[in-house]
């Protein structure tokens, strides 16, 4: 009894003890939970949470898979989007196809030129049924004409509303479901992915080529102001580093003073121009508060560098005239219809731009001639001969055998264009050789035949002679300039000022700005360009006056390189001996070609004169050196 | 120690009935306590240094002891979202202030537990993902505790599921924050939006104008400019590593691995899979599973069981078909497995396609196109698929990069909350914004790769000229005449002596040449050779002419050629003496050659035309030691700063006429064999030290010169524009 009492007490104290340290456990253990207060200033980041293992996923895995209800719809009947309100089974087959309604009433000149352009183009087709596009230009703001609703307006599904210029017509019918291009749309009305934001065009703006870009040099001249400011009334205010003097904390004390912003009139020469949209007057204070200045100072030179090319690259590829603009518009539609085989963005965002680089060709940019330091490939080793030949129509035989001992040359191809049959028997050659019977037209020349397999084509002409040395290295020279043409024989453009219009020269002179396709290497994007991209009436002019077709090419080139092209060493004597271009100029038996006419068509046809005259002609290293002629790799070059 | 004088009060009345051997027991008891009560009081300081030294700065606290917020029913409620913000208008761009990093600062609201007057709780407090979100804003550079400079605010009340939310009541919660504001600079994000029936493609919580970040936007309610697009987080992505597939064909053409799809579209898929067989495999839910087998890592094909997600990597195309959502969490699983993925979803905006090229690694297809899906992916050419595979695998890459601060969140998604960031920190300081193509290209793309400074083609004009820069120490009669020479030259615009002797003051001013265009003289802090490429105030034109002060043999046609010549070439390096590097296989290293060859990678910049931005890259990025290497050695300027332009533009050199070497007539005593070999011994050894700076050899050999277009033909010399030339 006594043990048992003595033990219940021994049982009262342990547990009351234990209950104790528990107590006291549990309050300390308490107190590690809450940590006492944070000392101040030291950073309180996210908590780590005790018990995060346990926080619970926000979606359960049951929860996540729902049933598909209908497609979610837009809130307000009147918004659009591609999906819903473009109807793409009507652009199956070659792309986007455009019908234009034709002007109702006297038009503009203006306007009777887009509509011009656009059927010229390869968009254009003449029927509303098999088009996938209806475009509806709406234009003459000032003279009042106002179109109505066109026939086949069908609550406007495939439509596109063209204003180029501001101030348009007020609204005589409900747009619906076409798509807009207009200049400085509204947030509230702009549908991205579906509407189409144009550049504001000034009426004067040139329809086709455009005065290209102004500057000059690549980089920013010393001692120009930094910024220029749009003011009220279209002037100017210039901006110099040294006005920086406020603070950025969102306002300044007072404006820069006078003494460091001048006034002008015109665009002034400044490295960048603040534009500020509609609210001119806005434009001093958000330079306060945004200091657009300082944050110019800190931009390194390369960025600025590149900043002022991309301008210069923007406006030439697609702002500098109305038809660029409507091709551009055009062109971000068929990217929409394309899907995946639209233009990369690279190929929008240097040059020489979308509407150059044809995405039907490839979306690839390496099989393109201007990309390849971007992606950092090479061209391929090996060319494809073109051979041309036209009447009389002899086998080029000695002309083969040369091009065929190249160790470059992957396949001769033969271009039988004259009346005359079909010879039966070629020579034998270590490269394949196909022969293609043309159509007797000269744009067959430059027609993307799918057996042409190399990047690089040399372009030649049956009556053409040249050694294997001389095609070695004017291929190796190619490589070095993939997007330029290179070749053997050359001639020049020039400004007649007795006729008031271009003229053209074969004479050897010093300098050039062509070189003859009928002995030249180029890339074979250039056939697709020539055959796709060139308004028919050009291609038409080239079939019937046979010499245009140089100026032609060079145009196209030169058109998208904006660079000359690169002349290599001849041999001399057969210069003189025999004629390489068919009819072509110079001191010749036959007529001379009527070139001075060609030219300046193609010319107004272009816009503008993109050729470019070059000083330099590419020779081999030790070339006519006064050295061995066993150190030299292309000696048969030199002789005599 | 007041515990123990409590039990001592208790212990008498117990005492008198003690015997000494019991005594024993309590002593040990108390002991044990006391004891305890050390342990204890050793506890209660232990923890805290473990503390301190360790985390002392974050808080460890338990979620459930969050201060509770009690909503009045009445409170108010915010604006519907507003559809016109953009981020002119309902943005305040004056609190992101200025930062020198030009990063954005984040302010994340502290937890709170919100309740309504009845004690009923508005929502979870916080979910996993959400947790985790937070911790990885505020592990970033982007995170700071100070309300005052924050330019965005997180709320912490987690809106990530719309449906374990009461909408209401979170949107009070919202309004009651305490730098609310109608929602202004707020960031909120979501991933499930929307609710039975009509599954809104936005958060239907109202918030004014605060930015969303949305899984699952479609043009209606994506405000352009304003919201974020993100992915919808998948747990598997987080859990599954797979091991990294290349680019190249799979076993599947076609894969559809989503379970719940519409009736509708499964029956289009199954018609598919009927018409094409074997390339075409769709999964659905597996139905006999055995126990403790986990569905959600299963699909299944009539009886066949497949694992998943490790099954996407067996298919070259993934389908990722809308559900009532928009966003799937299936992008996220079929990303990660490098699977192209098909997106059918109309009117979807896809993550990030402010700044993403998704054209670049997916294929979207309309909804009505759907039973074409198999021959619209047939036509995309075999090369252009591997190019978006490798485009996928870019994105890991990119995410160990936003995630190295806190790599141990393996997931998919919450490094991306750093790229909201980023995209906001675009918008706010857009000068300084990344760009398109730097949120694109992979940096597989961007080796060997060059993206030239002087990218467009630009011919400068003539009348522009060029300025010619003189290095000179102390020949000063050598130097009179090159600059008497130069001045010969009909479009040099200005000459520039850079002075680069400390000792010695150049000459006085009457003592100079008088020629016809503006002459400076630089002194120099140092004698360094880099001085020579050094961008000076003084340099108008963008065409540099670097010359030594010994080269007096160029003639004024040569060198008014090599202007001309450089006018066609203004990214490149125009000189006159070629040299080249060859590989020398018996040393197995590089080696330099100035030998007759056939062939040229750099000319000698003794005389060459230059951009004159080659001379900020020279002296300012030049990469690694090569700046003090070439000042160390008095050597290799030109082989350095050959290096440097090729291997910015990938483009070759341009040598102009036969000259072959500068002839210096002062050095004719000393032009020993031996001083020739130790030179070109050191040569060597600049390509070769250079080569490893630059971590490639990116030098180009071309077999080509520029000449006058009539150089050495049968005409007229007369008549030739650049008659001449000069000799070798």
Redesign the interface.
């Given at each position: 009894m006594q043990s048992w009492r003595?033990r219940k007490?021994?049982w009262l104290?342990?547990s009351?003890?234990w209950l104790?340290?528990v107590l006291?456990?549990g309050f300390?253990?308490l107190?590690?939970?809450?940590?006492p207060r944070?000392r101040p200033g030291?950073?309180?980041?996210?908590?780590?949470?005790?018990?995060?293992e346990l926080?619970?996923?926000?979606?359960q895995?049951g929860?996540?898979?729902?049933?598909?209800?209908s497609?979610?719809?837009?809130?307000h009947g009147g918004?659009c989007?591609w999906?819903?309100c473009f109807d793409?089974s009507k652009c199956r087959g070659d792309g986007l196809k455009v019908f234009v309604y034709p002007a109702v009433g006297t038009i503009s000149e203006t306007h009777r030129r887009i509509l011009a352009s656009i059927e010229g183009s390869r968009f254009y087709t003449f029927s509303p049924a098999g088009a996938c596009l209806l475009l509806l230009l709406s234009l003459d703001a000032q003279t009042g004409e106002c179109s109505s609703m066109p026939l086949q307006w069908n609550r406007g599904r495939n439509h596109l509303v063209l204003r180029l210029h501001p101030a348009p017509c007020p609204r005589t019918f409900q747009l619906g479901q076409a798509m807009v291009a207009e200049a400085s749309p509204t947030?509230?009305s702009f549908?991205?992915?579906?509407d189409v934001a144009l550049p504001f065009l000034p009426e004067a703006h040139p329809l086709r080529g455009g005065a290209p870009g102004q500057?000059?040099?690549?980089?920013p001249?010393?001692?120009v102001a930094l910024l220029a400011l749009e003011e009220e009334r279209g002037g100017w205010r210039t901006a110099d580093t040294g006005s920086s003097a406020c603070?950025?904390?969102?306002r300044c004390e007072q404006d820069p003073g006078p003494g460091q912003t001048q006034r002008q009139e015109t665009l002034p020469n400044a490295t960048f121009c603040l534009i500020s949209g509609h609210r001119p007057e806005a434009a001093s204070r958000f330079l306060q508060?945004?200091?657009v200045l300082?944050?110019?100072q800190?931009?390194s030179?390369?960025r600025v560098?590149?900043l002022r090319?991309?301008t210069?690259?923007l406006w030439d590829a697609y702002f500098s005239s109305v038809e660029k603009v409507i091709h551009t518009t055009l062109e971000v539609i068929q990217d929409r219809i394309f899907?995946?085989?639209?233009h990369?963005?690279?190929l929008w965002?240097?040059?020489p731009g979308a509407l150059l680089a044809l995405s039907t060709f490839s979306?690839?940019p390496q099989d393109f001639p201007f990309y390849y330091?971007?992606?950092?490939s090479r061209p391929e080793g090996r060319f494809s001969a073109l051979i041309w030949v036209g009447p009389p129509g002899q086998p080029p035989l000695k002309l083969i055998q040369a091009v065929a001992g190249s160790q470059h040359c992957a396949q001769i191809l033969v271009l039988w264009s004259n009346e005359r049959p079909l010879p039966s028997r070629w020579p034998e050659t270590a490269v394949p050789l196909t022969v293609i019977d043309g159509h007797r037209k000269v744009s067959d020349r430059f027609y993307p035949y799918s057996t042409i397999r190399t990047d690089a084509i040399l372009s030649l002409d049956a009556r053409s002679s040249l050694s294997t040395s001389e095609v070695d290295?004017a291929f190796?020279?190619w490589q070095?300039f993939p997007e330029r043409m290179v070749g053997f024989l050359?001639s020049s453009h020039f400004w007649d000022e007795a006729h008031g219009g271009w003229g053209y020269t074969a004479e050897?002179?010093?300098?050039?700005s062509m070189v003859l396709t009928t002995a030249a290497f180029y890339h074979r994007y250039y056939h697709t360009l020539f055959t796709h991209s060139l308004p028919k009436a050009l291609r038409t002019l080239a079939d019937e006056a046979p010499t245009c077709v140089d100026v032609l090419m060079n145009f196209i080139v030169a058109a998208v390189?904006?660079?000359?092209p690169i002349?290599?060493p001849y041999g001399?004597q057969r210069q003189e001996a025999a004629p390489l271009a068919p009819g072509g100029p110079g001191p010749r038996p036959k007529p001379p070609a009527p070139a001075p006419d060609c030219i300046n068509q193609i010319a107004a046809a272009f816009g503008h004169m993109p050729l470019?005259s070059?000083?330099?002609?590419?020779?081999?290293?030790?070339?006519?050196?006064?050295?061995s002629v066993q150190?030299?790799?292309?000696r048969s070059l030199e002789k005599p | 120690m007041c515990a123990s004088v409590k039990y001592n009060i208790r212990g008498p009345a117990l005492i008198p009935r003690m015997k000494t051997k019991h005594r024993i027991y309590y002593i040990t008891l108390f002991s044990i306590v006391l004891l305890g009560l050390i342990a204890t009081g050793m506890f209660q300081f232990w923890p805290h240094s473990i503390e301190s030294s360790n985390d002392w700065n974050v808080e460890k606290r338990s979620i459930r002891d969050v201060p509770v917020v009690r909503l009045p029913a009445d409170s108010p409620i915010p604006e519907r979202g507003d559809l016109s913000c953009r981020m002119h208008t309902c943005f305040d761009v004056y609190r992101c202030g200025f930062n020198p990093k030009n990063k954005i600062k984040v302010y994340i609201y502290a937890l709170k537990k919100y309740v309504d007057d009845f004690g009923v709780s508005v929502s979870n407090t916080i979910s996993r993902e959400y947790n985790e979100l937070l911790m990885a804003i505020s592990d970033s550079d982007y995170y700071t505790d100070d309300i005052n400079r924050a330019c965005l605010f997180v709320p912490s009340i987690d809106v990530l599921n719309q449906n374990t939310l009461r909408i209401k009541e979170t949107a009070q919660a919202m309004a009651q924050l305490s730098r609310w504001d109608r929602g202004t600079n707020h960031l909120l994000f979501n991933m499930l939006p929307g609710g039975p029936p009509d599954y809104n493609t936005a958060l239907d919580v109202p918030r004014d104008r605060a930015l969303l970040a949305g899984g699952g936007f479609s043009t209606w309610t994506y405000r352009q400019g304003y919201d974020v697009s993100i992915p919808v987080y998948s747990p598997l992505s987080a859990e599954v590593d797979l091991p990294e597939k290349g680019p190249g064909p799979r076993q599947y053409f076609l894969l559809s691995s989503q379970v719940g799809l519409h009736p509708e579209y499964r029956e289009d898929l199954e018609a598919l899979q009927v018409k094409h067989g074997e390339s075409v495999l769709v999964l659905d839910k597996c139905t006999n599973l055995s126990e403790g087998v986990l569905s959600v890592r299963k699909r299944c094909h009539k009886h066949q069981v497949f694992d998943y997600p490790q099954v996407l990597q067996e298919a070259t195309f993934c389908v990722v078909l809308r559900g009532a959502r928009l966003g799937q969490a299936v992008l996220s699983d079929v990303l990660q497995a490098g699977c192209v993925p098909v997106v059918i979803a109309d009117s979807y905006i896809l993550p990030f396609s402010e700044v993403l090229d998704w054209k670049r690694a997916s294929v979207v297809v309309p909804e009505e196109k759907m039973s074409d899906v198999y021959s619209i992916l047939q036509s995309i050419p075999q090369r252009q698929i591997e190019e978006m595979q490798r485009q996928l695998f870019m994105e890991p890459a990119r995410r160990e990069n936003w995630s190295a601060a806190n790599h141990q969140m393996n997931s998919l998604i919450w490094p991306r909350e750093q790229w909201d960031s980023q995209i906001i920190n675009d918008r706010i300081y857009p000068y300084a914004a990344i760009s398109y193509e730097e949120w694109n290209d992979p940096p597989a793309v961007k080796w060997g790769s060059v993206s030239n400074p002087l990218f467009l083609p630009l011919i400068p004009p003539q009348s522009q000229g060029f300025t010619a820069i003189v290095l000179t120490y102390d020949r000063v009669e050598s130097l009179f005449r090159v600059i008497t020479e130069v001045s010969k030259v009909p479009s040099l615009s200005k000459l520039l002596v850079v002075w680069n002797n400390q000792n010695k003051n150049p000459p006085e001013d009457s003592l100079w040449p008088k020629i016809r265009v503006p002459l400076k003289v630089v002194r120099t802090a140092e004698n360094k050779l880099s001085n020579r490429f050094f961008p000076y105030d003084e340099i108008e034109t963008e065409a540099v002419l670097a010359i030594d002060d010994d080269i007096i043999m160029l003639t004024s046609d040569e060198l008014q050629f090599g202007y001309e010549v450089w006018r066609e070439f203004p990214d490149r390096l125009v000189g006159y003496p070629g040299r080249l590097h060859l590989w020398d296989h018996e040393m197995n290293k590089w080696k330099y050659e100035s030998e007759w060859t056939n062939e040229v990678s750099m000319v000698l910049t003794g005389a060459a035309f230059y951009h004159k931005y080659f001379n900020y890259l020279y002296t300012y990025k030049m990469p690694g030691d090569i700046k003090n290497w070439v000042d160390a050695h008095m050597n290799c300027e030109d082989i350095a700063m050959n290096f440097l332009v090729a291997n910015v533009t990938g483009k070759a050199v341009i040598k102009v006429t036969p000259r072959k070497k500068f002839k210096c007539p002062e050095c004719t005593a000393i032009d020993g064999l031996s001083l020739d070999q130790t030179h070109m011994v050191e040569r060597s050894e600049c390509i070769n030290k250079f080569a490893s700076v630059f971590g490639t050899m990116p030098l180009k050999v071309v077999e080509h010169r520029a000449d006058p277009v009539l150089y050495k033909d049968d005409f007229p010399e007369k008549l030739k524009s650049f008659p001449n030339i000069g000799s070798l």
């Open positions: 003595r007490s021994l104290a342990l009351a003890s104790l340290l006291l456990g300390s253990l107190r590690l939970a809450l940590p944070p030291a950073s309180q980041g996210w908590p780590r949470w005790l018990d995060a926080l619970q996923s926000f979606s895995p929860e996540l898979p729902e049933d598909a209800v497609p979610p719809q837009a809130p918004s989007n999906e819903s793409t947030v509230d549908r991205p992915g579906f500057l000059r040099q690549h980089s001249q010393p001692g603070p950025w904390d969102g508060a945004l200091q300082a944050a110019l800190e931009m030179p390369a560098l590149a090319q991309q210069q690259f899907g995946t085989s639209a990369p963005s690279l965002n240097s040059p979306t690839s330091l971007q992606q950092g290295f190796l020279v070095s050359t050897r002179t010093n300098e050039f390189t904006k660079l000359p002349k290599v001399k470019l070059s000083r330099l002609r590419l020779d081999p290293v030790l070339f006519k050196d006064p050295v150190r030299k790799k292309y | -």
